[in-house]
């Protein structure tokens, strides 16, 4: 079983909750997988494909500070559409939600990859489901759509 805990204390953040779970059911034309876990990681794995080699390694690693994202690398990897989606989603302008973005991404891998690799769709649907059940959460993601 893959540890949870960083995930887990992502989605105690409403505001954060709230990014990523509009990041897990936007971008249907830039990956083809289903909205929820299998998406989610699509658009991780393509954020770290276009990151740099510094960042990559500062957001993979444990211990280490994580390198910042900027909002022209969101723009670039994730483009316009995604961006304007999570922001519909969340009700906010593109603008802001770019910028949020920017600033849940290297956390979001970081939390996604415990050991320094990615965790599979599997696994992150069952610590999406498991980081839900763990607290009474009113705005948790639910199992269902993962």
């Known amino acids: 079983m893959t540890d949870i ?67 022209t690398q969101v723009q670039m990897v994730l483009g316009d559409d995604v961006i304007s989606e999570v922001g519909a989603y969340i009700r906010v302008e593109s603008a802001y939600a770019a910028w949020q973005l920017a600033a849940v991404l290297p956390a979001l891998t970081d939390a996604m990859s415990p050991s320094g690799a990615l965790v599979t769709d599997a696994e992150l649907a069952e610590q999406i489901e498991l980081a839900s059940d763990e607290a009474d959460r009113t705005c948790a993601f639910a199992p269902h759509v993962f």
């Not at 510094?54 to 390198?67: F, Y």
Request: aromatic share 6%; charged share 20%; no cysteine.
């Open 5 to 71: 805990a960083n995930f887990t204390y992502l989605l105690d953040d409403p505001e954060i909750r709230l990014v990523i779970f509009g990041l897990a059911h936007s971008g249907h034309r830039l990956v083809p997988e289903h909205p929820g876990a299998a998406r989610l990681r699509a658009l991780v794995v393509r954020m770290l494909d276009a990151a740099d080699a510094g960042q990559r390694q500062s957001w993979l690693s444990a211990d280490v500070h994580k390198a910042p994202m900027t909002v």
